[in-house]
């Protein structure tokens, strides 16, 4: 049985990524209005401060402080908001303490810092040694908590790796190999009906063949992992077209009953749907041929007569069954190819094979057990209702429920790539606004509230794109502490996977987000110009948008 399609993986749901400031009437509040270290020069005879030139800083200060006072807050409280200088014009400073002072030397952006008005950046002030200039009125603070003596360069959070989703692991139980590079895993389901078959076939063979006791078991344990062997084969079968059609295949999957080979892309055209789907079944017909010609000249009522002959019904009733007309079965792919190729529609194809699937589920339900009883599948009709009766009722209701559900997933996935067009990378890309490395989040914040952009970009000096700045980082950092963080220290570095065409649509869009997991994606115009920042978060809820419409 072949089967097409992909899912994608839930992440983490963040409608805003940058702050909105509030009214003038509220400073406190106000990360645009806050002014940022070091852009406050001393205060004029008035008491009000004067703002600083860019790229002049009195030389030998410390980042604008305030005078701590019976109304500050309390100690170990990054400060929310600059307040006038007193009536003596002594220079600002946030409240100290133990905890504020290691901030302000540890987090202070004394080397760099952009204006928040102009955008330009401030020169570096003095180092330690440098003497105040007289008359400056340098603030004094308590002793259990000194200002340090020059503020220190924002700091950038540890970097390590990027951080990203981790690959998705196939879940398909035991890995077994990877023939042309596909990989196969038997599920854990598998080794229950492998005990069933070792089961059934060891109680048939104890009336074919009694002198064996209890070896009969060792050998229906081996007629079932050849069984399965076969099964194999018949996918790989798939996977071969399936890669000649340069199709590709996410894993080949052995479970309870049979095995599925997971073509990540449907054919182009419905003559290649056709083959990829009959090419198992007739590799099936082919096994059970070799398997009656080997058996030809061994004797009969032998241990290998008896497999051989086995191995031939068994790949029979694989044929046969896949090939009837109903979805997921390879039979309904090819009706659906057909009816493709009548109507010049897929979905047509689709919604006709699924139909006739879910119909060949009841029959199935309802005739595989009249069929037993009646003996036409080769044994006596029981008069009455026995274990045997049960287990093919069981096995009857679970074929069923296996065809239905399949038939209702193939309906679901053709919906599904029936609306994969609508989405397009550059209608569901946000609005970004570059920023340099030692931007502090803060002004970088206020950038994007005033440009109505909802992504930071990572510029260097060329206006080249560095990295991202994620907006779970963002989120993560209390508005006390974002003047003193710099975006480099919340970004993303680029790399090449992550930046995606602004004309990308539909599957191509999602086969390059799942080449490469991220949470956001650095959107480019073909000449190479940044057009924004595409979420996968945004490309997700576009998806289950799509999904909800009627076909």
Same mark, same amino acid.
């Given at each position: 049985?072949?089967?097409?399609?992909g899912?994608?993986? $839930?992440?983490?749901?963040?409608?805003?990524?940058?702050?909105?400031?509030?009214?003038?009437?509220? +400073?406190?509040?106000?990360?645009?209005?806050?002014?940022?270290?070091?852009t406050?020069? *001393?205060?004029?005879?008035?008491?009000?401060?004067?703002?600083? *030139? !860019?790229?002049?800083?009195?030389?030998?200060e410390?980042?604008? @402080?305030?005078?701590?006072?019976?109304?500050?807050?309390?100690?170990?409280?990054?400060?929310?908001?600059?307040?006038p200088?007193?009536?003596?014009?002594?220079?600002?400073?946030? +409240? =100290?303490?133990?905890?504020? $002072?290691?901030?302000a030397?540890?987090?202070?952006?004394?080397?760099?810092?952009?204006?928040?008005?102009?955008?330009?950046?401030?020169?570096?002030?003095?180092?330690?040694?440098?003497?105040?200039e007289?008359?400056t009125?340098?603030?004094?603070?308590?002793a $259990?908590?000194?200002?340090?003596a020059?503020?220190?360069?924002?700091? !950038?959070?540890?970097?390590? *790796?990027?951080?990203?989703?981790?690959p998705?692991?196939?879940?398909?139980?035991?890995?077994?190999?990877?023939?042309?590079?596909v990989?196969?895993?038997?599920? %854990?389901?598998?080794?229950?009906?492998?005990?069933?078959?070792?089961?059934?076939?060891?109680?048939?063979?104890?009336?074919v063949?009694?002198?064996?006791? =209890?070896?009969?078991?060792?050998?229906?344990?081996?007629?079932?992992v050849a069984?399965?062997?076969?099964?194999?084969?018949?996918?790989?079968?798939?996977?071969i077209?399936?890669?000649?059609?340069?199709?590709?295949?996410?894993?080949?999957?052995?479970?309870?009953?049979?095995?599925?080979?997971?073509?990540?892309?449907?054919?182009?055209?419905?003559?290649?749907?056709? &083959?990829?789907?009959?090419v198992? *079944?007739?590799?099936?017909?082919?096994?059970?041929?070799?398997?009656?010609?080997?058996?030809q000249?061994?004797?009969r009522g032998?241990?290998?007569?008896?497999?051989?002959?086995?191995?031939?019904?068994?790949?029979?009733?694989?044929?046969?069954?896949?090939l009837?007309?109903?979805?997921?079965?390879?039979g309904?792919?090819?009706l659906?190819?057909?009816? &493709?190729k009548?109507?010049?529609?897929?979905?047509?194809?689709?919604?006709?094979?699924? &139909?006739?699937?879910r119909?060949?589920?009841?029959?199935?339900?309802i005739?595989?057990?009249l069929?037993?009883?009646s003996? /036409?599948l080769?044994?006596?009709?029981e008069?009455?209702?026995?274990?045997?009766?049960?287990?093919?009722?069981?096995?009857?209701?679970?074929?069923?429920?296996?065809?239905w559900?399949?038939?209702?997933?193939?309906?679901?996935?053709?919906?599904?790539?029936?609306?994969?067009?609508?989405?397009?990378?550059?209608?569901?890309?946000?609005?970004?606004?570059?920023?340099?490395?030692?931007t %502090?989040?803060?002004?970088?914040?206020?950038? @994007?509230?005033? /440009?109505? @952009?909802r992504?930071?970009?990572?510029?260097?000096?060329?206006?080249?794109p560095?990295?991202?700045?994620r907006?779970?980082?963002i989120?993560g950092?209390?508005?006390?502490?974002?003047?003193?963080?710099?975006? !480099?220290?919340?970004?993303?570095?680029?790399s090449?996977?992550?930046?995606?065409?602004?004309?990308?649509?539909?599957?191509?869009?999602?086969?390059?987000?799942?080449?490469?997991?991220?949470?956001?994606?650095?959107?480019?115009?073909?000449?190479?110009?940044?057009?924004?920042?595409?979420?996968?978060?945004?490309?997700e809820?576009?998806?289950?948008?799509?999904?909800?419409?009627?076909?």
């Amino acid at each position: 049985m072949v089967e097409s399609g992909g899912s994608g993986r $839930s992440r983490p749901d963040n409608e805003q990524s940058a702050e909105h400031p509030a009214t003038p009437a509220s +400073p406190a509040t106000d990360l645009a209005q806050t002014p940022d270290p070091g852009t406050a020069g *001393p205060a004029t005879p008035d008491g009000e401060p004067t703002p600083r *030139p !860019s790229g002049t800083p009195q030389p030998g200060e410390a980042a604008p @402080a305030e005078a701590p006072s019976a109304q500050d807050p309390p100690a170990g409280t990054a400060p929310a908001e600059a307040r006038p200088a007193d009536d003596e014009g002594a220079p600002q400073t946030p +409240p =100290a303490s133990d905890d504020d $002072s290691r901030t302000a030397a540890g987090d202070g952006n004394a080397n760099g810092t952009a204006d928040p008005a102009t955008g330009a950046q401030d020169a570096p002030d003095a180092g330690p040694e440098a003497e105040p200039e007289p008359g400056t009125g340098r603030p004094t603070t308590s002793a $259990s908590a000194p200002a340090p003596a020059a503020p220190a360069p924002v700091p !950038s959070l540890p970097k390590g *790796p990027p951080p990203q989703r981790p690959p998705e692991q196939p879940r398909g139980g035991l890995l077994m190999g990877r023939p042309f590079g596909v990989p196969v895993y038997v599920a %854990p389901s598998w080794f229950l009906v492998a005990a069933l078959i070792t089961w059934v076939f060891g109680n048939q063979l104890d009336r074919v063949l009694p002198e064996l006791g =209890a070896l009969r078991y060792l050998v229906s344990l081996f007629f079932a992992v050849a069984f399965y062997a076969s099964v194999l084969i018949h996918e790989l079968a798939h996977t071969i077209a399936a890669l000649r059609f340069k199709l590709p295949v996410r894993r080949i999957q052995l479970q309870f009953f049979g095995g599925v080979s997971e073509i990540e892309k449907e054919a182009e055209t419905p003559g290649r749907e056709f &083959w990829l789907a009959f090419v198992g *079944p007739l590799l099936s017909l082919v096994l059970a041929g070799v398997f009656y010609l080997a058996m030809q000249p061994v004797e009969r009522g032998t241990v290998p007569g008896v497999l051989l002959a086995g191995l031939m019904i068994s790949n029979l009733i694989v044929a046969i069954f896949n090939l009837l007309p109903g979805l997921p079965l390879d039979g309904g792919r090819m009706l659906r190819a057909i009816v &493709w190729k009548i109507t010049g529609r897929p979905m047509s194809g689709t919604v006709a094979a699924a &139909w006739v699937g879910r119909a060949l589920a009841v029959s199935v339900l309802i005739g595989l057990p009249l069929l037993t009883q009646s003996g /036409a599948l080769g044994s006596g009709a029981e008069d009455s209702v026995g274990m045997d009766t049960v287990t093919d009722a069981l096995l009857a209701a679970i074929l069923a429920a296996i065809i239905w559900t399949g038939a209702g997933n193939s309906l679901r996935m053709a919906r599904l790539r029936e609306h994969l067009p609508e989405l397009r990378a550059r209608t569901l890309t946000r609005r970004a606004v570059p920023v340099e490395t030692h931007t %502090p989040l803060s002004e970088a914040l206020r950038r @994007a509230n005033d /440009a109505g @952009a909802r992504a930071l970009v990572v510029v260097d000096a060329n206006g080249e794109p560095l990295s991202l700045v994620r907006e779970a980082a963002i989120v993560g950092v209390p508005e006390h502490r974002r003047p003193w963080v710099a975006v !480099s220290g919340l970004a993303q570095d680029l790399s090449e996977g992550m930046r995606v065409s602004a004309e990308l649509a539909g599957e191509d869009l999602l086969d390059v987000l799942r080449a490469t997991p991220a949470t956001e994606y650095l959107v480019v115009e073909e000449t190479g110009e940044i057009f924004g920042v595409l979420s996968a978060a945004d490309v997700e809820r576009a998806f289950v948008k799509a999904m909800a419409r009627p076909s």
